[in-house]
């Protein structure tokens, strides 16, 4: 890739140290020098800076490789192609469960819990493979200030409590879970145009970013043309890069997304996505017909970024009965053990609430998954 910095290009130490006070660290900085730029700033002839151009050309370029050859790279080994969630229905609907190499997106209507399902995902990636992880550590983009420390210690002593009886086992945790707070498009942008680099010096196994529609909504406007192609271009360029770093290293690369409403003209042209008893709720169901414009709520960022994503979860909430049936089921649930853990030692900075106020997202509301597969069939659990 053009991020790639100059010293893993196979250049000298001493040729990277001269380009290094040009400002020039990446293999975009060097190819969009001219010949004679080059020429200038390496003190080479013109025949050495034509070598130099073709060893950076070939560092960056992605490589050729056959079919066999990515059909033999995933069945190494089976279990490394997948990272469960834990939960049986759903990693039985993804055969397996959230899949490396690929881009996955959680989107739902507000409140339904994808941070809550995030930060779960983070503890999963941090635990050793014969529990079922990937056991490396995680990059998390929080661009909502979302991303809470104490929510995520929680999690992993009431999930893992045989696994996490420790602090020092807690405190391994959470230094393996790398937050950034990123709050605008550009340093979202530039944030993953960096991620090369960091994913191997600090042996990554799952990206987060959490959420991507938070920053385009905030900073683009759809109704003017140039907002529209500015956007565009922000989502391919960032979408292209995720998918060769997912490709590359076979990690998950796990993104957010929002809901918004939108029309569709004619009778039976899209499927209804609006459930009639809830208009915050995402359904399979109900056609539209008998209707010129119809409103539907479908996944914000629009359909290029649609095609962008591998897989996409929807999280839905249940219907009121059911919700009230799950409540009263899950309240004897055993409460957190905070005991353990010694708030002073943590790493990450937590996020105090007032009483009677609740973390985001955390709200015993529980979300029905589901997976819409592109073709039009239908599986959820």
Not at 56 to 64: D, E
Not at 186 to 200: F, G, N, P, T
Request: glycine letters at 6%; proline letters at 4%; hydrophobic letters at 35%.
């Amino acid at each position: 890739m053009a991020a790639k910095k100059l010293r893993r290009a196979q250049l000298s130490q001493e040729m990277c140290e001269r380009l290094s006070r040009y400002q020039i660290t990446t293999c975009q900085d060097f190819l969009c020098l001219s010949l004679l730029e080059l020429m200038k700033v390496t003190g080479q002839s013109y025949y050495e800076v034509q070598k130099l151009l073709c060893k950076v050309s070939r560092a960056c370029a992605p490589k050729m490789q056959t079919a066999y050859e990515m059909k033999l790279r995933k069945s190494v080994n089976p279990s490394s192609a997948f990272l469960s969630t834990t939960l049986h229905s759903l990693d039985r609907v993804l055969h397996g469960g959230v899949p490396c190499g690929s881009l996955t997106e959680i989107t739902s209507p507000p409140g339904c819990g994808k941070t809550q399902f995030c930060i779960m995902l983070s503890v999963l990636a941090t635990l050793p493979v014969s529990m079922g992880g990937l056991d490396g550590a995680v990059i998390y983009i929080d661009t909502e200030s979302a991303f809470s420390a104490e929510r995520l210690i929680e999690i992993a002593a009431n999930r893992f409590p045989a696994y996490y009886d420790s602090d020092e086992k807690l405190l391994c945790m959470t230094r393996s879970i790398h937050l950034y707070r990123e709050l605008t498009c550009c340093s979202v942008l530039k944030r993953i145009m960096s991620l090369e680099e960091e994913i191997i010096l600090k042996k990554v196994k799952l990206v987060i970013i959490d959420s991507v529609a938070s920053v385009v909504r905030k900073e683009f406007d759809t109704k003017l043309q140039g907002n529209l192609a500015e956007r565009s271009n922000f989502l391919t360029r960032g979408a292209s890069v995720l998918k060769y770093l997912a490709e590359e290293f076979s990690i998950p690369v796990i993104l957010t997304n929002q809901i918004t409403t939108a029309l569709s003209s004619g009778p039976g042209v899209r499927a209804d996505l609006v459930s009639p008893a809830d208009d915050l709720s995402l359904s399979e169901g109900s056609s539209v017909s008998g209707k010129r414009d119809s409103a539907y709520v479908t996944a914000a960022l629009g359909n290029t970024w649609s095609h962008s994503v591998n897989t996409r979860l929807i999280l839905q909430y249940h219907d009121l009965p059911t919700r009230q049936t799950h409540k009263q089921e899950t309240a004897s649930l055993v409460m957190p053990r905070r005991d353990r853990w010694n708030k002073s030692t943590a790493p990450c900075k937590t996020e105090k609430t007032t009483a009677g106020s609740q973390t985001r997202g955390t709200e015993s509301k529980p979300p029905r998954i589901s997976l819409l597969p592109r073709m039009g069939a239908k599986a959820g659990c």
